[in-house]
Nanobody, 125 residues
Framework: QVQLVESGGGLVQAGGSLRLSCAAS????????MGWFRQAPGKEREFVAA?????????YYTDSVKGRFTVSRDNAKNTAYLQMNSLKPEDTAVYYC?????????????????WGQGTQVTVSS
């Protein structure tokens, strides 16, 4: 069982930056692929980024955030991060972190076993 708690959301102007954190409970954090998803008002939840469990951390991003967002993890702190730069109003959403025992299918919601409660990110124009 893994419990995930996101933090770091807020209101930022377009072009600004935020860093989201996802703190995980338990001693097996290093075994999980960590993913980030987001859901904008009136839209379905969509994949943002993922990082594998293994050392070196293979990463995967949706096209719309490539070059702007960076996913990382600190296994010693049981925490995953999403650094978001050059934010745009269309990045406004509730951001969720999720954990999976598999990296295959990392872009799919159904791959993930555990979810956080979400943190709001609002980007003003």
């Amino acid at each position: 069982q893994v419990q995930l708690v996101e933090s770091g959301g807020g209101l930022v102007q377009a072009g600004g930056s935020l860093r989201l954190s996802c703190a995980a409970s338990g001693r097996t954090f290093s075994r999980y692929t960590m993913g980030w998803f987001r859901q904008a008002p009136g839209k379905e939840r969509e994949f943002v980024a993922a990082i594998s469990s293994w050392s070196g951390g293979s990463t995967y991003y949706t096209d719309s955030v490539k070059g702007r967002f960076t996913v990382s993890r600190d296994n010693a702190k049981n925490t995953a991060y999403l650094q978001m730069n050059s934010l745009k109003p269309e990045d406004t959403a509730v951001y969720y972190c999720a954990a999976s025992t598999s990296y295959s299918g990392a872009g799919l919601e159904k791959t993930y076993d555990y979810w956080g409660q979400g943190t709001q990110v609002t980007v003003s124009s």
